[in-house]
């Protein structure tokens, strides 16, 4: 089956500053690749997602990349805001209509003001 | 709108008593999913349900089963409850195929 592993576990950066987290994934055949920010003590949300047929996708502070031959994916955050501080998890899914969303581990970023 | 909808949001278990969390969703989505999250493991996949009808395991399903009750309804149990299933539990649907998964508030069950 899937699996995903997540670099870095934990991440401080400086307000302003961008944040890079990234994702492996091991089947070649997943297709689809969400990120979600998880805040302390509520549910994960989706912020952003990616598709195997684009490179890229940006939603204004935040972008993601997908390299499908290295068969690993990227989130970039710029500008970083003191709300970002929280934990962020990748996902991976295969094509099939049966097959579940896989995740990695999770880092803890905090923005340090 | 509700999304999906988890019951208890926090439970206390002796260890060997069981019980069940309800999850429904009202967005019509045909997969429903549960998760357990436990400090540095992330979201670990315990069951899935691709469709109404079908179930199977994932990466950590023992010591629980699961009932898809109808297309809303997805239902987890603890048949005799351990420490180790001390964890935060979250319920997920989505539809089928590369989509969004929504999440539940999630359950923090704890067991003494």
């Known amino acids: 089956g899937e699996n995903v592993e997540q670099h870095p576990s934990t991440l401080s950066v400086q307000e302003g500053d961008s944040a890079v987290i990234k994702c492996t994934y091991s089947?070649?055949?997943?297709?689809?690749f969400p990120w979600y920010k998880q805040e302390l003590g509520k549910r994960p949300q989706l912020i952003i997602d990616?598709?195997?047929?684009?490179g890229e996708k940006k939603d204004q502070r935040i972008a993601v990349t997908l390299n499908k031959t290295a068969k690993h994916f990227s989130l970039h955050i710029t500008e970083t805001q003191p709300e970002d501080s929280a934990v962020y998890f990748c996902?991976?899914?295969?094509?099939?209509?049966?097959?579940?969303?896989?995740f990695g581990k999770g880092t803890r970023l905090s923005v340090i003001a | 709108n509700a999304g999906v909808t988890q019951t208890p949001k926090f439970q206390v278990l002796k260890t060997g008593q069981s019980m069940t969390l309800q999850c429904a969703q009202d967005?019509?989505?045909?997969?429903m999913y549960w998760y357990r999250q436990d400090p540095g493991m992330g979201l670990r996949l315990i069951y899935y349900?691709?469709?109404?009808?079908?179930?199977d395991k994932g990466e950590v399903p023992n010591g629980y089963n699961v009932s898809r009750l109808n297309k809303r309804e997805f239902s987890l149990r603890l048949e005799s409850a351990a420490p180790s299933q001390t964890s935060v539990y979250f319920c997920?649907?989505?539809?089928?195929?590369?989509?969004?998964?929504?999440f539940g508030q999630g359950t923090r069950l704890t067991v003494v």
């Open positions: 990616i598709r195997s047929n684009v």
């Open positions: 997920a649907s989505s539809e089928q195929g590369g989509t969004e998964a929504f």
């Open positions: 349900s691709a469709s109404e009808g079908t179930t």
């Open positions: 967005m019509n989505h045909n997969s």
């Open positions: 996902a991976a899914r295969g094509p099939s209509g049966n097959t579940p969303l896989v």
């Open positions: 089947d070649s055949a997943s297709n689809y």
